[in-house]
């Protein structure tokens, strides 16, 4: 779609969700259902950054994540070493740049060295970032901050906000558009600080249908919605 007249967000947010549901409804196992989410994840973030997004957050894995089955949970993680390592090459070829967030425990070794190939091969790219949120937890990143301040034995008491920001895991602008696939109204833990002035967008469909076209109704919705950010409209 052309996207002249409408707002491009800076910084997007998805909230990946309803691989398992999909699969369901297709009496598929929840793990291909991951696999169909997967699928679909590299030429999405393609389309995304495409249209100008600079950066682009994809909620992968949460630390409550780890609550689910062990079969499930290792098959996800085979899938991140799968994805990391495998689509290295697109992400060179677009021009992408990759970084995370999320604590490293208890992701098992090959999951951190896969991404940490990643990180270090595309570091130099400039065509757009995706930050893959995995193992994240929102309220563990703010706790995570201020062990990192404390540790410093900085003086904070002039801090302004974005004083405070540097110490999250990545130093990000905030999320203009946050968009949660398969209907469910919640943030289930994402990115707490940086979607306080977030446009939030819930489309039914589950991630492993949403498409080009998807995005493009998100972006269309986005365009028309007001932001305020607290001040009156002129
Ligand atoms: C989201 O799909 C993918 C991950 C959490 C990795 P779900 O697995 O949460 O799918 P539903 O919500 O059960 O349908
Ligand atoms: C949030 O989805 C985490 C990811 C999509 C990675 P969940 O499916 O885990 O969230 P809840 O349990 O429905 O809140
Ligand atoms: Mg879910």
Redesign the pocket.
Known sequence: MDYSGLKIPNHVAI???GNGRWAKERGMTRLQGHDAGFENLVSLSKYILSKGVKYLSL????T??FKREKAEVDHLMDLFVLLYRDKLREFMRNNIRVIFSGRDEPLPKKVLKARDELVRETANNTGGTINF?MNYGGRAEILDAVKKIVASGEDVSGWQESDFAKYLYQDLPDVDLMIRTSG?L?L?N?LLWQNSYAEFYFPETKFPDFHEADFDRAIVEYTKRDRRFGGIKK
């Open positions: 909230i990946v969700d909620y992968v894995f949460s409550e994540n949120c469910e919640r289930s994402f």
